[in-house]
T-cell receptor
Framework: GAVVSQHPSRVICKSGTSVKIECRSL??????MFWYRQFPKQSLMLMAT?????????EQGVEKDKFLINHASLTLSTLTVTSAHPEDSSFYIC???????????????FGQGTRLTVV | AQSVTQPDIHITVSEGASLELRCNYSYGATPYLFWYVQSPGQGLQLLLK??????LVQGIKGFEAEFKRSQSSFNLRKPSVHWSDAAEYFC????????????FGAGTTVTVRA
């Protein structure tokens, strides 16, 4: 299957600083990428949908000014956690959709995730 | 609101034994249903998905899942587990035919003992 790469896989940052997480589709163009967050022992929660060249669409309850998403090219989306605090510590995962449409038409592939720890 | 429940947080199974992971969903219509597996340091890998047709779906790595509308369930099975099947397994639901937003269960960690 297609490959989605996330970087970094782990990051530790100080409270108050910002952290950028990259999600790249290595061998296909992704017009849409999705960002998820996973708390320990809980589900992956969709945070936002990122469309190339346009503003991201955030799910209810997700602070768009805190979690800045940029999808500047068909192969790269970035999530920046601004002014990070310990409660932002979590596992962040992106997925990239091949082509358009839903599960009946296409596939989405996941990155390996980024473990963020804010100290 | 839609939800996905995986009742078992952790399952331990002997190598060669059968495995069944449970998944229940709450949604009015028949959603798109998925099972993903995540090994340490790896991304989520799709095992199988269902959206119509035969309710018994075959996936990769010898896995299968059965959709039961009456029970709102989509349980994952494997007849004979290998040590390499130790991983975390996620059931997910897709609600739209036009995008790939997924709602996930909390996951089940599978440990395989020799």
């Amino acid at each position: 299957g297609a490959v989605v790469s996330q970087h970094p896989s782990r990051v530790i940052c100080k409270s108050g600083t910002s952290v950028k997480i990259e999600c790249r589709s290595l061998d296909f163009q992704a017009t849409t990428m999705f960002w998820y967050r996973q708390f320990p022992k809980q589900s992956l929660m969709l945070m936002a949908t990122s469309n190339e060249g346009s503003k991201a669409t955030y799910e209810q309850g997700v602070e768009k000014d805190k979690f800045l998403i940029n999808h500047a090219s068909l192969t790269l989306s970035t999530l920046t956690v601004t002014s990070a605090h310990p409660e932002d510590s979590s596992f962040y995962i992106c997925s990239a959709r091949v082509g358009v449409g839903g599960p009946g038409d296409t596939e989405a592939f996941f990155g390996q995730g980024t473990r963020l720890t804010v100290v | 609101a839609q939800s996905v429940t995986q009742p078992d947080i952790h399952i331990t199974v002997s190598e060669g034994a059968s495995l069944e992971l449970r998944c229940n969903y709450s949604y009015g219509a028949t959603p798109y249903l998925f099972w993903y597996v995540q090994s340490p340091g790896q991304g989520l890998q799709l095992l199988l998905k269902y959206f119509s047709g035969d309710t018994l779906v075959q996936g990769i790595k010898g896995f299968e899942a059965e959709f039961k509308r009456s029970q709102s369930s989509f349980n994952l099975r494997k007849p004979s587990v290998h040590w390499s099947d130790a991983a975390e397994y996620f059931c997910a639901v897709g609600l739209s035919s036009n995008d790939y937003k997924l709602s996930f269960g909390a996951g089940t960690t599978v440990t395989v003992r020799a």
